[in-house]
């Protein structure tokens, strides 16, 4: 039988035709439908902070909403039970993240474990990343993490710089438009710049691992993420990683959890200028339980439950990763009778999961008690900020870790009240006002911190310059 190429070319086009129409008249999420753009369809999500649209739309089409975004389907999860029933329980097949073309492909030639697509490559990264950091390596880290805490610092947040700026949807023309790859590399102008970028993030990340290595020969090494990792691989247990994987992974908690965690101690301060009651019951459980003699420790964490539970009303009460970090989903999926189709992008919409009535009832209120009185273990074992499945935060117990000891001490130690502005009348900040992005901040606001006994300043300068003489055998 003769077949020309123009029939096969009609049956392909016929097919895919009946195809995409059959998947669209599938019941996706109900939404906003699509506006604006190209064709009516949003090439970005809405203008600032996203979370607030999604939540407004979630109050008038239900608990999970879907749009479109380009041509990807959107999928947003509005309330604790969807996003559990999803994202954990469904999480074989909502692990994935949307593909990146710019951040991920071409800045990290795939190395990037944030935004790297579920698959083994991934299960690699992120048992390294247990390593360093997961349950009892985590605990290893408390004595540092006490002590007061430059090269690669800054290169590091150089190389963050570069990645975060291409995490915006919509922003390249190559993550909606993946053909352009097949151009000649020498006419894909998006990646010029990125590929020197990535020649020096590897040339850094590679650079460290290479220096605890030759100081491991040395007999010098300190135990940490990267002797770890690297006796593992001593050991083949690191499944045929390569030396760029590797220096990728150990790099990871510099990148993920700096700007995170000095995030949520600015939320603490604004928390805290608005809320003096809660400051003053914090200070009251600090002196009685550690006293005035000495800093409090990670030894008295169990015996500090209103701290704790401070630190968690921190995190609940402004969210710093508003929307977390999108994951994908890997096949077609069913919910509620409702179609979630493959390589669809899924958001939790974590700050408006924060303020669900039913867990967080008055949940504009600072009020660190909610998670006291309760025997909910939503609440006992509250980490909905770190989001969900398998792609939880792998840092969430040193996070939770460095913002205990920090928010501990200062309260311990300052004061913290409204700040004054040049005239002397006091500035009360705005408590929604945030600088927006994937991890958000307070915008800048005054604040005064000052100590509450005269000895406090003489016990941190002794504690401070004995951390000095510690940290130095790490340098
Ligand atoms: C208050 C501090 C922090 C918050 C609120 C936070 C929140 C998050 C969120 C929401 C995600 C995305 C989870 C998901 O996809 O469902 C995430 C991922 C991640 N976080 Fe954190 N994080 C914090 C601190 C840290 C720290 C200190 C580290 C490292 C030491 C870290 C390392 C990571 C990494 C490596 C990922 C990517 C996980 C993956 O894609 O598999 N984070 N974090």
Known sequence: MHVETTDVVAVAVALSTIYLLKRLRQRLPPGPGSSGGLFGIPKQLPAGEPWKAFLAWSKKFGPVISFYLGWTPVVVINTARDASELLDRRGEIYSSRPRSVIGQQILTGNMRGLTMEYGDRWKRWRKLQHTGMGGKSAQAYRHFQSLEDEDVVIENSNAMKAFNTTQIPGK???DSWPILLWLPKSLQWFRWDLDKRRELDIKLYVGCLRNVERKMVEG?????????I??????????????????????SPFSAGIGTVAASLEVFLL??????ACASKAQAELDSVVGRARMPDFSDEPILPYVHALVKEVMRWRPIAPTGIPHAVTQDDYYNGLFIPKDATVFANICAICQDPDLFPDAEAFR????????????????IPFGFGRRICPGQDVAVQSLFIIIARMLWAFDISVGTDEGGSP?????SAFVPGLVRKPLPFRVNVAPRTEDVAKLIAIAASDAEIELEAWN
């Open 230 to 251: 690297l006796n593992l691989a001593a050991a083949g247990g690191t499944e045929g990683a390569s030396e760029v994987e590797m220096a990728y992974a150990v790099c």
């Open 368 to 383: 660190p008690d909610r998670f006291l009185d309760t025997q909910d273990s939503r609440l006992i074992d509250f980490n």
């Open 271 to 276: 928390a805290m200028v608005h809320n003096p």
């Open 427 to 431: 500035v009360l900040p705005d408590t």
């Open 220 to 228: 010098t090494a300190k135990e940490c993420m990267s002797t770890r």
């Open 172 to 174: 390249y023309l190559a």
